[in-house]
Each structure stands twice: as structure tokens, then as C-alpha cells.
Antibody
Framework: QVWLQESGPGLVRPSRTLSLTCSVSGTSVTDQNYFWSWIRQPPGKGLEWLGSISHTKGTNFQPSLSSRLTMSLDTSANHFSLRLTSVTAADTAVYYC?????????WGQGILVTVS | DIQMTQFPSTLSASVGETVIITCRASESVSHWVAWYQQKPGKAPMLLIYKASSLEYGVPSRFSGSESGTEFTLTISRLQPDDFATYYCQQYHTYSTFGQGTRLE
């Protein structure tokens, strides 16, 4: 059974860096059929795709965030990570990780990150 | 950026009815559109991919279709469990979600 779980701090100070990790089980981050994605959802609002990383560690980012966003893949630990620099209150959201064979077929439960 | 305009934003219906939710893409996305259902406090769940392909385990009362740059999600014979928020997504160029439709 495929399972994804986000982890990281729930509170980040403004101007600091937000770092999250997505632990993956039941599937491998080295599988060439998938990208590994991050999506966020501000409280009470809609979904925003942030970016994705492939098994070759190639990345695609939301253009509006590309200057602040980094993603990495740890094949030995079977997890992938997100770093978002210079955060503001506008980055407060539930952050989800997901498996992406094009669409997003498996999602983590989400983690609320508050910038304050 | 490709925009996905989703409507209506809110939809009122009753159990047993059929409803249609629409997304219009700002440019061609071929058939690279997915639909998701989200319930409060939960992650979205994939319903439809490639515009009209039903995800494994999703009831057949959910269906998707496309006509040019317009995509629809049809939910037939509404069940109590179907009242939720629905999102479309294009994944032709990067990825963009529609604004969501709350089905009440």
C-alpha cells in the first residue's frame, strides 16, 4: 500500500526558510514512472501546485515561486524534501506531498505550516 | 501560465440528482486534466485522470468529458458522501488547479 507522510516544523518565523520532508512507503522514489510533488492550500482557499522532482532529480517549479523553492530527493531514505526561503504570512498553508504519474494519485495527509 | 476557470463556485443539489461541474482552460491542454474530491480536513482524492479515465476504486457515477478546452465532471445519482469540494487540474504545462466547486 502506497503511503506518504509530511513532516517538519509547524511554525516558521517570517523571512526564515520552511523545510519539509515527505516520507514514502509502498513505492520507490526511484521509480521512473513518477514525479514527486508538493502542493499547498492556504486556510479556507484552493490548491496551489508548487513543484515536482523526478527520479533523476530533475525539477519543475511553479514559476512564481521558482526563485525561493528547492526540492531534493533522498533515494536511500526513500523520501523527498522541499525548502522555501524568505517566507511571509502568505506562505501559511497546509502543505501536501503527492505522487505524480501526471495526475496526483496518492497524497499525504498534509501538514499545517504557520508563518508567524 | 495556463489558467483553469472552474464553475460554479457553489452548487446546491439533493441526493439522487445529477450535477455537472465545468472547467475551462485558457489554452489547449489536450486531455491532461484530472478531477479531485476534497472533504474538510482531508487531502484531495483523485477521481478522474486524462479527462475521462476513472481512477481505480472510484464509483462509476463519476464521469469526465472534454470538448476542446472545456472539461466537465458529472456526478450522477448523488449520494450523501458526495457532498464535498471538487477541483479540476491541468497537467499539460506544469500544473494548475481550478478554484474549486463546493457541492452542498
Amino acid at each position: 500500500q502506497v503511503w506518504l507522510q509530511e513532516s517538519g516544523p509547524g511554525l516558521v518565523r517570517p523571512s526564515r526558510t520552511l523545510s519539509l520532508t515527505c516520507s514514502v512507503s509502498g513505492t520507490s522514489v526511484t521509480d521512473q514512472n513518477y514525479f514527486w510533488s508538493w502542493i499547498r492550500q492556504p486556510p479556507g482557499k484552493g490548491l496551489e501546485w508548487l513543484g515536482s522532482i523526478s527520479h533523476t532529480k530533475g525539477t519543475n517549479f511553479q514559476p512564481s515561486l521558482s526563485s525561493r523553492l528547492t526540492m531534493s530527493l533522498d533515494t536511500s531514505a526513500n523520501h523527498f524534501s522541499l525548502r522555501l526561503t524568505s517566507v511571509t504570512a502568505a506562505d501559511t498553508a497546509v502543505y501536501y506531498c503527492a505522487r505524480e504519474p501526471g495526475s496526483l494519485d496518492y497524497w499525504g495527509q498534509g501538514i499545517l505550516v504557520t508563518v508567524s | 501560465d495556463i489558467q483553469m476557470t472552474q464553475f460554479p463556485s457553489t452548487l446546491s443539489a439533493s441526493v439522487g440528482e445529477t450535477v455537472i461541474i465545468t472547467c475551462r482552460a485558457s489554452e489547449s491542454v489536450s486531455h491532461w486534466v484530472a478531477w479531485y474530491q476534497q472533504k474538510p480536513g482531508k487531502a484531495p482524492m483523485l477521481l478522474i485522470y486524462k479527462a475521462s479515465s476513472l481512477e481505480y476504486g472510484v464509483p462509476s457515477r463519476f464521469s469526465g468529458s472534454e470538448s476542446g478546452t472545456e472539461f466537465t465532471l458529472t456526478i450522477s445519482r448523488l449520494q450523501p458522501d458526495d457532498f464535498a469540494t471538487y477541483y479540476c487540474q491541468q497537467y499539460h504545462t506544469y500544473s494548475t488547479f481550478g478554484q474549486g466547486t463546493r457541492l452542498e
